[in-house]
């Protein structure tokens, strides 16, 4: 008998070595979910970099693009059950779970993706959203400014009643406030729906034209510049518990600077991709005019006001949110950003 408990402690504490090991390991898993040469992942990267040198090595991570180790859906909870260490999330492909950092959707007239990633940041440190206690947040950042992608000329609203376009969470709202038929999902699945003609093009950021070669499918930009989608780097609670102080100081400081860092990257690829696809596929650009956009905004400025009700009803100080993006705004217009 006595020898059958010795056994079992043994066991235990054969178990309990493991668990500590894989907890206190100095390598962690990190999911995304888009191709590499798309802008999540170029932050990745670059994220992994910056660890990897300011740790001196001490903490290195393991990347997997493309939804190698999760997919767009299921990196949320599965950095929360460690299937994943790290975790990039588009707030978009998942509504209704974050009711206060989705005012990032909204058709707001954010200016560029380093004003909106930085901003984005600087709401999340000043109101702490209870929607993401139960993980750590890493870094937060947005992508640029969204247009439409199109196979053919869209270029008033006459011209895109019924068009199906793809758009995710808030932009799937703002499509069908132009009049376009929305199709939600997540940009992984959007290559082959514009492929097969399930839809006719797409409501994102410009710097897909070349990163996902959308340029060969759609020749047509109409620029509306209304709305960007927000994006959280999420880490497992017990993981970042279990890092280091030295090692949780250099990941906070990371934080804001690779908010600043991927804005700023994107804004530069948007216009590097806008200059490629003009050249080898002769894209054409459109503009809504200034009556089109007029028109619609009473639909735009209803998303809004949606969006307060439900966040006040949440008990979120969704109206205080607004003012500070707007004041931000503001400023950043003075700064000629
Ligand atoms: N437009 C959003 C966000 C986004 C913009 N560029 C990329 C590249 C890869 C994945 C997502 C995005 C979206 O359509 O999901």
């Not at 408990?5 to 504490?13: H, P, Q, Y």
């Not at 990745?44 to 493309?66: H, N, Q, S």
């Not at 999420?234 to 279990?242: G, S």
Request: aromatic share 8%; with cysteine.
């Amino acid at each position: 008998m006595q020898r059958r408990i010795a056994l079992s402690l043994m066991l235990l504490m054969v178990f309990l070595g493991t668990t500590a090991v894989s907890t206190s390991a100095t390598t962690l898993t990190y999911a995304n979910f888009p191709p590499a040469p798309t802008f999540p992942c170029v932050q990745m990267e670059r994220w992994a970099d910056e660890v990897e040198k300011r740790t001196d090595g001490a903490l290195t991570i393991e990347t997997f693009p493309g939804g190698t180790l999760l997919g767009a859906k299921q990196i949320w909870r599965g950095v929360q059950y460690g299937q994943a260490d790290i975790g990039c999330i588009s707030l978009a492909y998942q509504p209704g779970l974050f009711p206060l950092m989705s005012v990032m959707e909204l058709p707001l007239g954010l200016p560029s993706a380093e004003t909106a990633s930085t901003l984005m940041w600087d709401l999340f440190t000043s109101y702490s959203p209870e929607e993401f206690d139960k993980v750590k947040v890493l870094t937060m950042f947005t992508s640029a400014p969204s247009n439409i992608m199109s196979k053919k000329p869209l270029p008033d609203l006459a011209s895109l009643q019924g068009v199906e376009l793809r758009g995710s969470g808030t932009a799937s709202r703002i499509l069908e406030a132009l009049g376009a038929t929305p199709v939600s999902m997540p940009m992984p699945d959007t290559p082959q729906a514009l492929q097969k003609g399930v839809v006719q093009g797409l409501f994102s950021s410009l710097e897909v034209l070349k990163d996902l070669n959308f340029a060969a499918y759609c020749q047509h930009v109409t620029r509306t510049d209304l709305q960007v989608y927000p994006f959280a780097v999420i880490m497992n609670k017990r993981v970042w518990e279990d890092l280091p102080e030295s090692t949780k100081k250099i990941l906070n400081e990371l934080g804001p600077e690779q908010a600043a860092w991927t804005g700023r990257y994107m804004d530069n690829h948007v216009q590097k991709a806008l200059a490629w696809a003009q050249k080898e596929h002769g894209l054409t650009t459109h503009a809504l005019s200034a009556t089109a956009l007029e028109a619609v905004q009473p639909k735009l400025d209803k998303l809004i006001e949606e969006w307060v009700q439900d966040a006040s009803a949440k008990g979120l100080p969704a109206k205080a949110v607004l003012r500070d993006i707007s004041a931000r705004l503001d400023k950043a217009e003075a700064k000629g950003e």
